[in-house]
């Protein structure tokens, strides 16, 4: 099952030589979530402050950066940063992360300063402690770990740490994917979805469509809706009667999802009028689809045009579309992946979908397999957001054995 390393002997020191980091692995973290990575979509300004720390914290390694070219933000580049450690085998497996985090939102819910690291009951609490710190640092620690050990892994093992990834990825992953970086016979492991016993393997996701509903009226007095056209009232019977119609033309269930069918929510709405007794002419409001895979999203679009053009005043935008095929259950990574929990965990994982969207998609989408696990409680994007450190310490061990495997 392994190449140079045996459950009695080498694998045990290089779980043990991860426990023996524990303490440096919570300092990481820690210096981590005082980094404010936020995209200027967020406004922040971007991630190079992070990925400097990270190159300092991997300083004995040879790391390449792809930066891509972005003037919004004081450096003019978002980073990402590729370091390699060689194995048997040129067939490579990657452990992919991504640096930026979403902003902290109201304040008034949070116990404890967001961007200040606090340790307490086995948990470090800040935004981007979960997402996707811990993983980083665990994808860290393991690639230290078998270095300072000199162990020779199976598949050349490598880390990559992406920029972007919470606005669309197009500074990221995508800009990595244009590059050249990967393979199509890569095996490519993203942490950033799981469940708190780390016993699921995500496999698929569902398509994801953004969109935006421009109404046009006629504003006036709300004493003379005669002279007027409310841009709110047509708002509200086409997004019902859309509502209505996509849940029934879609209507296919799959359970390797949950919820097991295509969801279609209406979500925001942007202010019209300022007063009460002011009829809209204007009415924006958007809707999120997460469409299952054997859906094609132009068909979703096709319904959703001809819904709007019975309305005539109903202007439909495509804000986000994204698409891609699921890994197969039987590919490397997955099985691999599940062998490597069996042997550490004693856990018969299981595979399946969700309807987020990871940076998986891009890949998939690219004829290349992965697969999508991490041990998480799932308090990514809320208010005291938190990492458990002993699932950081565990999964590494996890990212760490996984290069060892046939």
Same mark, same amino acid.
């Given at each position: 099952m392994y190449s140079k390393l045996t459950i009695n002997s080498d694998l045990t020191k290089l779980t043990k030589k991860i426990d023996g980091l524990k303490d440096e692995m919570i300092q990481t973290l820690s210096n981590l979530i005082r980094i404010k990575a936020l995209a200027p979509e967020n406004g922040g300004d971007g991630e190079i402050e992070k990925a400097e720390y990270i190159q300092t914290v991997l300083s004995e390694f040879d790391i390449k950066r792809y930066d891509s070219k972005d003037d919004r933000v004081s450096s003019g580049i978002r980073p990402n940063l590729v370091v390699k450690l060689k194995g048997e085998s040129k067939r490579r497996l990657w452990?992919?992360?991504h640096m930026d985090v979403v902003p902290e939102g109201d304040l008034s819910l949070w116990k404890t300063?967001?961007?200040?690291?606090?340790?307490?009951?086995?948990?470090?609490?800040?935004?981007?402690?979960?997402?996707?710190?811990?993983?980083?640092?665990?994808?860290?620690?393991?690639?230290?770990?078998?270095?300072?050990?000199?162990?020779?892994?199976?598949?050349?093992f490598c880390l990559a740490f992406v920029s972007d990834e919470e606005v669309g990825s197009k500074h990221g992953i995508l800009h990595l994917l244009n590059s050249g970086v990967f393979r199509n016979d890569d095996l490519i492991l993203v942490p950033d979805a799981g469940t708190s016993k780390g016993d699921k393997i995500e496999i698929a996701e569902k398509s994801i469509l953004w969109l935006k509903f421009t109404v046009l009226g006629k504003q006036g007095h709300a004493s003379?809706?005669?002279?007027?056209?409310?841009?709110?009232r047509t708002a509200i019977k086409f997004l019902l009667e859309l509502d209505e119609i996509l849940h029934k033309t879609f209507n296919?269930?799959?359970?390797?999802?949950?919820?097991?069918?295509?969801?279609?929510?209406?979500?925001?709405?942007?202010?019209n009028v300022n007063n009460i007794n002011t009829i809209p002419g204007v009415d924006i409001s958007y809707m999120d689809c997460r469409i299952l895979p054997n859906y094609?999203?132009?068909? &979703? !679009?096709?319904?959703?045009?001809?819904?709007?053009?019975?309305?005539?005043?109903? +202007? #439909?935008?495509? $804000?986000?579309?994204?698409e891609s095929p699921p890994t197969s259950e039987?590919?490397?990574?997955? &099985? !691999?992946?599940?062998?490597?929990?069996?042997?550490?965990?004693?856990?018969?994982? +299981? #595979?399946?979908? $969700?309807?987020?969207?990871?940076?998986?998609?891009?890949?998939?989408?690219?004829?290349?397999?992965?697969?999508?696990?991490?041990?998480?409680?799932?308090?990514?994007?809320?208010p005291n957001e938190y990492a458990v450190i002993n699932n950081m310490i565990e999964d590494s061990k996890i990212f760490a054995v996984l290069p060892f495997y046939e």
């Open positions: 452990i992919v992360t300063p967001p961007f200040e690291p606090v340790i307490k009951n086995g948990k470090i609490y800040g935004r981007g402690s979960e997402d996707n710190g811990q993983s980083i640092v665990a994808s860290i620690f393991a690639l230290k770990a078998i270095s300072e050990l000199n162990l020779t892994p199976k598949y050349t003379r809706p005669d002279k007027s056209l409310n841009a709110f296919a269930r799959d359970d390797l999802f949950n919820p097991p069918y295509s969801t279609f929510e209406p979500t925001k709405r942007e202010k094609k999203i132009d068909d &979703v !679009i096709k319904v959703v045009n001809d819904v709007a053009s019975k309305y005539k005043c109903v +202007k #439909v935008d495509i $804000i986000q579309r994204h039987n590919s490397k990574i997955v &099985v !691999i992946l599940k062998r490597a929990l069996k042997d550490l965990r004693n856990i018969n994982a +299981k #595979v399946y979908g $969700i309807g987020g969207n990871t940076c998986a998609a891009f890949f998939r989408k690219a004829g290349i397999d992965t697969a999508v696990w991490s041990t998480i409680d799932g308090t990514a994007h809320q």
